[in-house]
Structure formats: C-alpha cells, structure tokens
C-alpha cells in the first residue's frame, strides 16, 4: 500500500522553542495532505488541510499563526510549532489521501512532541 | 453535540466472543464511513469502509443506519491480536476530510 513518512518520531524540546515536523508521501504524489493531534486517551482531531502550492486550510480553534504548515511540493508537508508550550505536547499524525476525492487514507507513523 | 459519538469502553471480552461496536453521527450530509484500528502510540489504520448496504471482510461485518444515523462494527470469533482501540469515522459529501470518533477500546482476554 501507500506510505506515508513522518520524520521526527519524538521529540522533545523546550519551551518557547519551535519544532518542525515533516510528512511525506513516499510513493505517491499528494496534492491534499491532512493533519491530526491526538492527546492521550482522546481522538484525532483534524488541525488543518494542507494544499499544494496554496494556504492551508485551518479547522475552527486552531491558531494559524502557532501551527504554520507548508506544503511545497506534491510529497512534502511540514507542520511547525511555533513557540511551543507544555500544552502542546501532543501526537501529530498526517495523512494523505490516494485516488481522488474518496480514495483511501493513509497515516504518517505519527510524531509524538514533548514541550518541557 | 459531537459529530461523531462512540462508547469509549473499555469492552472486556473473552477469545472467542463475538463483540460489537456502534457509533453514531449527527450530520445527515456525511457520505462515507470507515472503521480504523489504532494500536497504542501507533497510527490509525483503515480497517474497512462502510457501505449502505453492509459489508463483511472475514470477522468482521459493518452496517450503516442512515435512519438512524450510527454504523456498527461486528467481531466475531474475537482473537488476542484484536485488542485495539477501534476508530470510527466519516467524510462528509461536501468536502474531502475526515472526522474521527473518540475510539472504543478492546481487550480480548485469554
């Protein structure tokens, strides 16, 4: 099946600090990538969607300008967490979509980010 | 109201018994439904769609009720390995995402 490729699998930094986390799409090109915080023992909620070559589109509650996504090429997204807090320590998956509109999801390893 | 609801469980069932989920909605505009199995710390993986029609993949059966709005997930002759937290989700006909439910945890018992 696809894959999709997330890179860092941890990491933990300190407060204040920025962390740049990649997702990539290894043997497929991806023009819609979505991405995903899990807090323990809870759901994944949909942060944004990615689009190649344009803005992000952002869910309701989550801060644009603190979780700054780029989307470059057609197997490349970024998430970056700016200034990151203790409250941000969180699972981030990605996921990208193969064969159009309904084709199936497939999920990043996930990151999982510890701020101190 | 949530968009979409599950029992969090844990559902703790013994090998060999048949075990199901349900899950409801509230967006009568949702399209498409999938059940994913999510192992601790590890990614979702889809474990299959749902059709209006219902559908079977070995063990495992899934029902959709637009009527009433909630798709089920059955598990029968249930294993060891099926121990998991069981996702369901939805993609609505207007746009490409999808939305997860809180999860159901399992725990199939020797």
């Known amino acids: 099946g696809a894959v999709v490729s997330q890179h860092p699998s941890w990491v933990i930094c300190k407060s204040g600090t920025s962390v740049k986390i990649e997702c990539r799409s290894l043997?497929?090109?991806?023009?819609?990538m979505f991405w995903y915080r899990q807090f323990p023992k809870q759901s994944l909620m949909l942060m944004a969607t990615?689009?190649?070559?344009?803005?992000?589109?952002?869910e309701q509650g989550v801060e644009k300008d603190k979780f700054l996504i780029n989307h470059a090429s057609l197997t490349l997204s970024t998430l970056t967490v700016t200034s990151a807090h203790p409250e941000d320590s969180s699972f981030y998956i990605c996921?990208?979509?193969?064969?159009?509109?309904?084709?199936?999801?497939?999920f990043g390893e996930g990151s999982r980010l510890t701020v101190l | 109201r949530k968009e979409v609801e599950q029992d969090p469980g844990p559902f703790n069932v013994p090998e060999g018994a048949t075990v199901a989920f349900n899950c409801t909605y509230s967006?009568?505009?949702?399209?498409?439904f999938f059940w994913y199995r999510q192992d601790c710390r590890k990614e979702p993986k889809l474990l299959m769609s749902?059709?209006?029609s219902g559908n079977e993949d070995g063990r495992f059966t899934a029902q959709l009720n637009r009527a009433s709005q909630y798709i089920s997930l059955l598990i029968r002759d249930s294993k060891l390995s099926d121990s998991a937290t069981y996702l369901c989700a939805l993609m609505y006909s207007s746009a490409s995402k999808i939305i997860f439910g809180s999860g159901t945890r399992l725990s199939i018992r020797p």
């Open positions: 749902v059709y209006s």
């Open positions: 967006n009568s505009a949702s399209q498409s």
């Open positions: 996921s990208a979509r193969v064969g159009g509109f309904t084709g199936e999801l497939f």
């Open positions: 043997d497929f090109q991806a023009t819609t």
């Open positions: 990615s689009n190649e070559g344009s803005k992000a589109t952002y």
